[in-house]
């Protein structure tokens, strides 16, 4: 694969976890409570996902095993907003029928 592809292939990646994060965050916002913080509270899971896969993917692997832990981490981050969203995402689905 030549270099020019790749990186296309790669902001392909960011900008559909960008349009997720997106997603996720709207959702999030719309079911929390109509007050700034409840709203900043629920917008965080995705964003914390986003930063994290951001600095996971920048930073460079010396040792096998923080390799390793960098992906055990992303994937605990990633599961957390998973759960959190989608329950966020269930609520505005009901709301909104």
Do not use: K
Not at 66 to 73: K, P, Q
């Amino acid at each position: 694969m030549n270099e020019t592809r790749l990186q296309r292939m790669q902001w392909a990646v960011r900008a559909t976890l960008t349009l997720g994060v997106a997603a996720s965050v709207t959702a999030n916002i719309l079911h929390a409570q109509t007050n700034p913080i409840s709203q900043a509270i629920a917008a965080w899971p995705p964003l914390a996902l986003l930063i994290t896969v951001e600095l996971v993917t920048r930073v460079p692997v010396h040792r096998r095993a923080l390799g390793a832990l960098r992906v055990i981490a992303a994937s605990a981050i990633a599961a957390i907003a998973a759960w959190i969203s989608y329950h966020h995402m269930v609520g505005v689905a009901v709301m909104c029928t």
